[in-house]
């Protein structure tokens, strides 16, 4: 690295030029679980009971099955991009840093695939076992 110019002082520390998109990403997902949390939690107060079986019936509706799944998905997605970005700030050893952000994504992908897998088990079947 050369230090008699300012390019030579500051090659390789620029904009890897991924942040900014990060950084919506993160406020879209964010605003997408506000707006799904609240019609969540709206919905079930306007159920007439909490019992399994109007629980389980309202879920088989798919206009309450597909939000529920996009709530998910939208959850562990904003999930991952936080703890991407704390990881990015306190890991400093490339292996363990590689390990964690593997063993990050698994997570996210697993929670969210088991997530929408009881949605969809319980819309279909009615049943959970």
């Not at 904009?15 to 993160?26: M, V, Y």
């Not at 509706?61 to 939208?74: H, I």
């Given at each position: 690295m050369g230090t008699g110019t300012g390019i030579g002082r500051v090659r390789g520390l620029g904009?890897?030029?991924?942040?900014?998109?990060?950084?919506?990403?993160?406020r879209y997902t964010a605003v997408g679980n506000l707006l799904l949390v609240l019609w969540l939690l709206f919905s079930?107060?306007?159920l007439p009971g909490l019992d399994y079986e109007s629980v389980?019936?309202?879920i088989g509706?798919?206009?309450?099955?597909?939000?529920?799944?996009?709530?998910?998905?939208?959850?562990?997605?904003?999930?991952?991009?936080?703890m991407q970005v704390m990881?990015?700030?306190?890991?400093?050893?490339?292996?363990?840093?590689?390990?964690?952000?593997?063993l990050l994504?698994?997570?996210a992908l697993g929670g969210a695939a088991a997530g929408v897998f009881a949605i969809a088990k319980i819309a279909f079947t009615g049943i959970v076992k």
């Open positions: 904009s890897a030029r991924h942040g900014a998109h990060h950084w919506l990403t993160q079930l107060i306007a389980v019936h309202w509706n798919p206009l309450v099955a597909v939000p529920l799944m996009l709530m998910v998905v939208s959850i562990f997605m904003h999930l991952r991009l936080g990881l990015e700030d306190y890991v400093h050893d490339k292996g363990l840093a590689f390990l964690s952000m593997l994504n698994f997570y």
